[in-house]
């Protein structure tokens, strides 16, 4: 195992959890850039929805796209590292839909 900057995000990585210097969440940002992004608009409308009290429209949407993601990764990732990495990536797009208080 080597320890290596990943070319993208400047992180610290290794030779483990990367493919040609760039690391697995960046590797997998890549790859499903797409539904990242789809994600992340359908979870602030319906964090949107919520805050006005009324019922979220779009569970099953929500949950396509949550599968998607996951193929995605798996395309990209290795199997006993894509589980982590899709973990980390839905997080990020949690903490970042929060509204700011
Ligand atoms: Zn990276």
Redesign the pocket.
Known sequence: MIHLT?Q??R?T?DSDHSREA??W??LARQGASVELREIDRLIRKRRAWLAKGLRAPNDEQLWRLAQRLQRRIVAVIPPHDAQAVYNQLVREIEDRSVPAA
Request: charged share 0%.
């Open positions: 990943c993208t995000c992180q990585t760039v690391c969440l960046c």
